[in-house]
């Protein structure tokens, strides 16, 4: 089948959907895939297959390639004054990580244009991409998650929450901006360090001992799928390079070795998030385990490479919910009320 | 001041943003203004001043007017093969209500093709358009509102609220699909009713003898600055075709006459749901007071006629947000880490 993957975007993670989508590429090998790069100035370009390497970018050759501008049901790549344009019409993967693919923005725009796409949908990012909003998700849905304080930048800061704590700012991904704060001496670096990166920052304890656990799943042909659980490799955090590295993941990991309650908690909690709310979507929660009760760290709607090493049959996964993809319904336009008062008035 | 109102969409709601666009095009008279129409077909056309008349759109007369395209920071007008585009590059007033305006569409392309706008943002959408979520943050942010319950297409609803109640989708303004319920016999009517416009429903009891008051306000220059406060003429509630005709109000309205600890109360309920979520936006937010509560209704993130009637001098409010509003800032690419990788392996 055929399939688009959309990379880049104007984000801090920009470099991480690159390596995504080049990782994508060999994944989704038996598809006929097409590639469209969004450069950090919101320009988007058609990329040749054999051209997907990281140098492509950092060096700016794809600047070479042939420019795309979004129309009705269309990516659509102009011909030259007298050649017409060609359309690309595929369905898109939005594989854009952070600020644009995660914000909504693109959700937004391949809704306007009528473009199919896998990817959350505008409230889906809300409540995803911003960890303040996830948490008033969670606490709406009935969903447990860590306790947490916010900080606002320019503003005193009164956190209550005892000694280590986590610190983060509240919309970005992939532990940039994140920290672990020991004790008081270290907060306000650790907090300027965050607001670097946004005025809002969260405050969470530091979990000694907690347990994570990772589950991905999407919904097609009228159930959720989901993927294998996964504990990942822990160290006392992932920082930014070692995240980096690992969004290029393609080996099938292991099972975690947890009790069949334990995993059905952890999807019963999954759904909770999902439904109603990510379809059209592969997403990974992240889940703390934490004196015996589930915790959503976060939800990942646009994972690393698509998590797909946490998929038996990956190629199977993204074929069958491009066909389960939701449809925005467009309302008909009448002017029933305009008709009806301009007769009134005998216009 | 230059000012360009964007209106129409494809909304149940365009007819109205017609009449608010044209009521607009009188209280906004000392300005230089343009007005850009969305269609419902999602093309956008450039509408000459003197054809801002209903009868314009109704008869399909805009399609002989320039169409127009989004472009970085603009949007462009196409001037035949070899005439180049002019670009519209004025501040946008998203003046769409309902879908596409009010739903996060129109705020991300406008932040993706970085044009100015007044307007709510993506998150403020989110929050907003859909009454399921205006709940979370009410929960989330210590904002009272009427109690609720949901109900989802195709599954058993069990609605242990009491009668009288009223039924309401979950994601459509200007009363569109409401119902008052007087007893269980009315009900499931009622919710097929409201199912017709939106498969997520919300359920809230009629609270007899309840007080509305509505109250807007925008952010400029460090300050939230507050409408008057109106009590709105009540029915036992508008219909659609009401709301319709009061869209295009544009005379001032008289000061509700309330005590000044329940103003003070209203403003301090409107500062919460507004500061840091709403900043580039008029709003407008319809309370209840109840039994001596202050309760949320709704959110209009985009009131019909921009509320202009409850403003002394609206003009004024509309220049002074337009030199408020909110820049997204745009995070700089760099190749460090491909950079870094493609040094180690030596390519």
């Known amino acids: 089948m055929k399939l688009t993957i959309l990379f880049g975007g104007a984000s801090f993670e920009h470099e991480i959907s690159i390596v995504s989508a080049i990782t994508l590429k060999e994944k989704l090998s038996s598809f006929d895939l097409s590639f469209i790069f969004c450069d950090g100035d919101h320009k988007f370009y058609l990329i040749e297959a054999d051209k997907m390497k990281a140098v492509t970018f950092s060096r700016g050759e794809h600047k070479k390639m042939p420019q795309l501008s979004l129309t009705q049901g269309a990516f659509a790549q102009k011909k030259g004054v007298f050649g017409g344009a060609v359309e690309h019409k595929d369905v898109v993967l939005n594989m854009i ?3 644009d693919g995660e914000d909504g923005t693109i959700a937004a725009l ?8 896998i990817g959350p949908r505008v409230d889906a990012c809300t409540f995803s991409y911003d960890k303040r909003y996830t948490k008033y998700l969670c606490e709406s ?26 610190v983060k700012p509240s919309r970005l991904g992939s532990s ?26 969260l405050v969470e304890p530091f979990l000694e ?14 159930a959720i799928h989901y993927s294998i659980v996964e504990e990942p490799h822990k160290e006392e955090f992932l920082d930014f390079e070692k995240k980096y590295m690992d969004f290029s ?6 099972k975690a ?23 059209g979507a592969l997403i990974r929660c992240d889940f703390f385990v934490y004196h015996d009760e589930v915790l959503l760290n976060e939800i990942n709607p646009i994972p690393g490479s698509m998590a797909n090493y946490l998929f038996e049959d990956f190629a199977h996964s993204i074929e069958s919910l491009s066909l389960s993809l939701p449809h925005a319904k467009r309302p008909k336009i009448s002017y029933e009320y305009i008709h009806s008062i301009s007769k009134a008035k005998g216009k």
Chains 1, 2 share one sequence.
């Open 176 to 201: 940039i901006g994140v920290s672990i704060v020991k004790e008081e001496s270290e907060l306000d670096y650790a907090l300027d360090v965050a607001f670097e990166f946004d005025s809002v920052v």
């Open 97 to 99: 990580h952070g600020a």
């Open 209 to 222: 001992g907690v347990k994570e656990y990772n589950l991905a799943g999407y919904f097609a042909d009228g």
């Open 249 to 254: 993941r393609s080996e099938q990991v292991l």
């Open 141 to 166: 849905i009935g969903v447990k998650s860590v306790r947490y304080e916010v900080a606002h930048k320019d503003e005193l800061s009164n956190i209550t929450i005892s000694y280590p704590l986590i």
């Open 110 to 117: 391949l809704d306007f244009y009528s473009i199919k796409y």
């Open 257 to 279: 070795d947890i009790s069949p309650e334990l995993e059905t908690k952890l999807k019963a909690n999954f759904d909770k998030v999902y439904r109603g709310m990510f379809e």
